[in-house]
């Protein structure tokens, strides 16, 4: 189990390094701002993950390894952007890269998140969940501030929702006789969703624009 955690808790923090990489990009960045959005992107969300659960210093900084990995993926788009074939990685293609990239992530972390929280308190369904949710959403959030753009997880269509149908599914999953597919499964339900709410424009109801008051 400690090998598949690490598997995809690597997998997340490649594609949110790629995904806060791309956001550099597109805010015109030099390469050290697309490191920190990449490095806020990748650890951040595990930071909070590991605080919450009292492991301190957290995982990401203990380890040498997720960092090494963020910077080396910031230099690898840096150079793709910054080299001859850059007419070809711009436009929708940056897009899709970026939208792909962060729905893996926020399926990796979200099965991390949650099997992290059942390991250490299994009699807590709504903690794992929403563990789970916090993990996948985090370094998004701190990408998004520390860019000056409105955090996704709070207008983007069908964004969290995603991360907190995924908790659920792990959880049904692993207490019930499905418990060694729980983060396979909980994986694909959330990358599922998430990459049909981005295909079909998938999102969830919001006010309406309404006439003001005649007085």
């Given at each position: 189990?400690?090998?598949?955690?690490?598997?995809?808790?690597?997998?997340?923090?490649?594609?949110?390094?790629?995904?806060?990489?791309?956001?550099?990009v597109a805010?015109?960045?030099?390469?050290?701002?697309?490191?920190?959005?990449?490095?806020?992107?990748?650890i951040?969300?595990?930071?909070?993950?590991?605080?919450?659960?009292?492991?301190?210093?957290?995982?990401?900084?203990?380890?040498?390894?997720?960092?090494?990995?963020?910077?080396?993926?910031?230099?690898?788009?840096?150079?793709?952007?910054?080299?001859?074939?850059?007419?070809?990685?711009?436009?929708?293609?940056?897009?899709a890269?970026?939208?792909?990239?962060?729905?893996?992530?926020?399926?990796?972390?979200?099965?991390?998140?949650?099997?992290?929280?059942?390991?250490?308190?299994?009699?807590?369904?709504?903690?794992?969940?929403?563990?789970?949710?916090?993990?996948?959403?985090?370094?998004?959030?701190?990408?998004?501030?520390?860019?000056?753009?409105?955090?996704?997880?709070?207008?983007?269509?069908?964004?969290?929702?995603?991360?907190?149908?995924?908790?659920?599914?792990?959880y049904?999953?692993v207490?019930?006789?499905?418990?060694?597919?729980?983060?396979?499964?909980?994986?694909?339900?959330?990358?599922?969703?998430?990459?049909?709410?981005?295909?079909?424009?998938?999102?969830?109801?919001?006010?309406?624009?309404?006439?003001?008051?005649?007085?």
């Open positions: 189990m400690d090998i598949i955690w690490y598997m995809f808790d690597m997998i997340g923090t490649i594609a949110f390094a790629v995904s806060g990489a791309l956001v550099g805010r015109k960045m030099d390469i050290f701002g697309m490191a920190v959005l990449a490095l806020a992107t990748a951040g969300g595990g930071i909070v993950r590991d605080v919450l659960l009292g492991y301190f210093p957290p995982n990401s900084l203990r380890n040498v390894v997720y960092v090494t990995v963020v910077l080396a993926v910031t230099v690898i788009v840096f150079l793709i952007y910054n080299s001859r074939y850059r007419k070809h990685a711009m436009g929708p293609r940056s897009r890269s970026y939208l792909l990239a962060d729905a893996l992530g926020l399926a990796s972390f979200t099965v991390t998140g949650a099997s992290a929280g059942f390991k250490l308190y299994p009699e807590l369904p709504i903690f794992i969940v929403l563990l789970g949710t916090i993990t996948a959403v985090g370094g998004g959030i701190i990408r998004d501030m520390l860019a000056q753009r409105i955090p996704s997880v709070l207008k983007e269509d069908v964004y969290a929702l995603p991360s907190i149908i995924g908790g659920i599914v792990y049904l999953m207490t019930s006789s499905w418990d060694s597919m729980a983060v396979y499964g909980a994986f694909t339900v959330v990358l599922v969703i998430r990459l049909l709410a981005i295909k079909y424009n998938w999102s969830l109801p919001k006010v309406g624009k309404t006439k003001p008051v005649a007085k």
